[in-house]
């Protein structure tokens, strides 16, 4: 089987192609912009990359081509799939056709997906049951964002579109019989026009999950009370508070607050506990206890970029974060805020996606970054109307379109808590930044 991977170099489309080399298949692929990590792993993999557009890609003839869903009509590849009749499919398709022997336990929300996902196949490790897992990120404990396992399947369930070609949420795809609801708010407004239609797909995705499976769902979220609403036809278990799963992060411990057993964990944040909440109760769902789920917690190391602390420098600590919608911002910022206590807390905020740079969320954004001190926003210079709603010297608030100028900003010397947050590369600002400084305190400047 040669299987043909378009857009093979995003997170999910990488961990796809190692899943079908672990099952035998000949894989190659192709993206825009062929780079590392991923280009390297996947080449450790015996996969041969292409980058761009050359129809050379599709000789010899493809069993299968993955089309990822970055990928539209026009694109020459996708064009010449077409026009030569090719067999075709999407990603999140082919993966559900790979697990559909297999137990799957989706994770689902707005926020938290990547690093309730990787705590939950940590989880199912601890208690020896070998998960696979297909996750939006890297979890540390394990250093790669797939692998097939030979027990139960974990993957992140993203509600953005599938492909070109379907428009549906790509966890229709996954016929999960464990489906978790960490939360739901709106976002990606280029595919969804309001709350609802997001909410809609989610109850098509508890439509799917049979009579025998589980949906565990946040409690008090009013989305989700409203998904519900709409019909559910598996056993039903709430987290959150005033459930069985209810925690609580105080430092760097977590508590459950029914047991009153606490552990001490890497992670921080009440969204982080939140977190836990739900992974706890979905392991619980294919049979792990309590106690070994939650015990779990205290080796459980984190995902790469989700507030990772890359390091000190002299009085100033710099951390890297994917948060990239208010919520997620202010979670994030409150989590730092708790570290820093009475310490400045500066954060990088670059506005990257779609409904970001649509400014969308333009009102919100000034009350997500209540907790810190000093807020740099990174701009597109085609987004210029951001600019008003975000600038404000008075309150140390400041919108940057060029980059370079504020890397020599941050470069300066200074002390307390410095926050990149970004759900792109940032221009690999947050390393440049570090090392300009560790340069600095070298020379003794």
């Not at 939950?120 to 396992?149: K, M, Y």
């Not at 740079?357 to 987004?383: E, F, I, N, Q, R």
Request: glycine fraction near 10%; aromatic fraction near 6%; charged fraction near 15%.
């Amino acid at each position: 089987m040669h299987c043909h991977i378009l857009g093979v170099c995003g997170t999910f489309m990488g961990g796809l192609a190692a899943w079908c080399v672990a099952e035998g298949w000949t894989v190659t692929g192709s993206d825009q912009a062929v780079y590392p990590p991923m280009s390297d792993q996947l080449r450790a993999l015996g996969i041969r990359l292409f980058d761009g557009e050359d129809l050379a890609q599709l000789e010899p003839r493809p069993d299968l081509v993955v089309i990822g869903n970055a990928l539209s009509r026009g694109h020459p590849v996708v064009e010449a799939v077409l026009e030569q009749r090719l067999s075709y499919t999407s990603g999140p398709a082919l993966w559900g056709q790979l697990t559909r022997d297999r137990t799957v336990l989706a994770v689902s929300g707005t926020h938290g997906k990547t690093t309730t996902s990787s705590l939950l196949a940590h989880i199912l490790t601890e208690a020896g049951q070998d998960p696979g897992f297909l996750i939006g990120g890297v979890p540390l404990n394990f250093g790669v964002s797939a692998r097939p396992g030979t027990g139960p399947v974990v993957i992140e369930a993203d509600e953005y579109d599938t492909a070109f070609f379907d428009k549906r949420s790509k966890f229709l795809h996954y016929h999960p019989d464990v489906f978790g609801l960490n939360n739901l708010e709106f976002d990606h407004a280029d595919i969804f026009p309001d709350l609802a239609a997001i909410e809609r797909q989610f109850q098509h995705g508890l439509r799917v999950v049979p009579r025998s499976g589980q949906v565990v769902a946040r409690l008090d979220e009013p989305a989700i009370d409203r998904v519900l609403a709409g019909g559910c036809w598996s056993t039903l278990t709430r987290v959150g508070p005033g459930t069985a799963s209810h925690f609580v992060a105080e430092g760097t411990t977590v508590r459950d607050v029914g047991s009153g057993r606490a552990v001490t964990w890497a992670l921080r944040g009440q969204h982080n506990a939140a977190n836990a909440e739900l992974a706890v109760a979905m392991a619980e769902a294919v049979g792990v206890t309590r106690e070994i789920a939650f015990e779990a917690l205290s080796s459980f190391l984190g995902v790469a970029r989700r507030l990772n602390a890359l390091g000190t420098v002299g009085d100033l600590t710099l951390w890297d974060d994917f948060a990239h919608h208010p919520t997620a911002i202010a979670l994030t910022l409150s989590a730092v805020r708790e570290t820093a206590g009475a310490q400045p807390v500066t954060a990088v905020i670059e506005l990257r996606s779609n409904t970001m740079k649509a400014g969308v969320h333009a009102a919100a954004l000034p009350a997500a970054v209540a907790a810190a001190d000093v807020v740099h926003w990174v701009v597109p210079a085609t987004s210029p109307g951001l600019d008003d709603a975000l600038s404000d010297a008075s309150t140390q608030r400041y919108v940057w379109h060029d980059l370079e100028a504020l890397v020599s900003v941050l470069s300066e010397p200074s002390h307390g808590h410095l926050v990149f947050m970004s759900n792109g590369g940032f221009g690999g600002i947050q390393q440049r930044v570090f090392n300009n400084l560790k340069l600095t305190q070298q020379s003794g400047v």
